[in-house]
């Protein structure tokens, strides 16, 4: 790999962090402007969950691990998709830096199972929930595509060294 080539992905990389901060006042002004709504309290603001709490027999080992209870998919109804979703992509918000390839494959097979209930139960779930929802989706297929961009980036800049 060219010195060249090398200084075109390092500008890549400041181009797209460059859009991402010329998009924050953008966003600041639809959040004063009542533009973005149902917003979430943080996962730090919620209470945690109990620790005493019996894992039910059917519970969704993998969303387990990263919300921290004990959830049974099977059972989940519309109304709890909103909360375990924003708590899915909290976690994942939370936990992605030091995730392994592994991880990411369990958080994405977790969200596969999040969204196979989503699809069971997407009639009962109000319209402003289901964007929200598929926002979240979203987000968490950009994450992992942002970490897989960047180990690429990373990979050639050691095999240029």
């Known amino acids: 790999m060219t010195p060249s080539r090398n200084s075109y992905f390092s500008e890549a990389r400041l181009v797209v962090a460059g859009l991402l901060l010329a998009a924050l006042p953008l966003a600041a002004q639809a959040q004063q402007a009542g533009d973005l709504t149902g917003s979430r309290p ?34 989940a109804t519309a109304d709890e998709m ?3 979703y924003g708590r899915f992509i909290d976690a994942v918000r939370e936990q992605r830096r030091q995730w ?12 596969s199972r999040l969204n196979a209930r989503y699809e069971v139960v997407r009639t009962g ?16 297929r950009t994450l992992q595509g942002a970490r897989k961009v960047n180990q690429k980036l990373d990979e050639k800049n050691v095999n240029v060294k």
Request: charged share 30%; hydrophobic share 40%; aromatic share 4%.
């Open 100 to 111: 392994t390839e592994r991880d990411w494959t369990n958080a994405s097979d977790a969200l």
């Open 42 to 75: 943080s996962a730090a603001s919620r209470p945690a969950a109990s620790q005493s709490a019996k894992p039910s027999a059917n519970a969704d080992a993998g969303l387990a691990a990263l919300i921290k209870e004990s959830v049974d998919l099977n059972r």
């Open 82 to 84: 909103p909360d375990l």
């Open 125 to 140: 779930i109000d319209m402003e929930d289901r964007i929200r929802i598929r926002s979240w989706q979203g987000e968490f």
